[in-house]
């Protein structure tokens, strides 16, 4: 199989998980949400265009599809969060840290070693991020203006905020990687159907 075309057949599953309803926390983020898992899953068999195009084809299904109150920042947050991990490893592959080819993810230990790294790149960018992104959700939901500050008082104040919204990008960043990669590894899909 092309990349292109497993690309566009997960981007078109991611699609399908993206219609499902997740159950959502207080600040608007779903707890557990599969869309990203066909995304990583295309850059495990494809490499980082065919996870481009299928988190672009899943993040346009969210911000076109979605019944939540703001489609569009969700989407971007989720193209954003799941685009640091995928990207931190093939940064991680060009800078020669791991071999550049799908199999290289294929043993346990370079996941246990990937996965941190994406983690705090995913926090550096999304808790930053939801700052802004959670002020908005609840705006929208409350129908009146919410600041920053009424919104971080929600989670307890400043610190409390970056340690909840730093575990939970972490808890993403883990589900993101160790589900798709149980999919991938030892089931051989990756000596089956990728080509790179």
Avoid: H
């Avoid at 980082?48 to 019944?67: N, V």
């Avoid at 409350?142 to 400043?158: C, I, K, N, T």
């Avoid at 909840?164 to 589900?175: E, G, V, Y």
């Amino acid at each position: 199989m092309s990349w292109l075309l497993g690309a566009l057949l997960l981007g078109a599953a991611s699609i399908l998980i993206a219609m499902i309803p997740k159950p959502r926390l207080f600040w608007g983020s779903a707890a557990i949400d599969p869309t990203s898992f066909p995304w990583i899953i295309s850059f495990m068999l494809y490499g980082p265009l065919a996870a481009l195009l299928s988190s672009l084809m899943g993040a346009l299904a969210i911000a076109l599809l979605s019944p939540e109150p703001t489609p569009r920042l969700g989407a971007a947050l989720k193209f954003v969060g799941t685009a640091c991990v995928w990207g931190t490893w093939w940064a991680l592959m060009q800078a020669g840290v791991i071999a550049c080819s799908g199999s290289a993810l294929s043993p346990p230990t370079a996941l246990l070693a990937l996965v941190p790294v994406a983690g705090l790149v995913r926090c550096l960018v999304e808790v930053p991020a939801c700052y802004v992104a959670i002020p908005y959700y609840m705006s929208r939901t409350l129908d009146r203006p919410v600041f920053p500050r009424e919104a971080l008082s929600e989670f307890g104040g400043v610190g409390r905020y970056v340690l909840i919204m730093s575990l939970f990008n972490l808890w993403l960043t883990l589900l993101d990687s160790a589900i798709p990669w149980a999919l991938v590894y030892p089931t051989d899909a990756y000596k089956t159907w990728g080509t790179w």
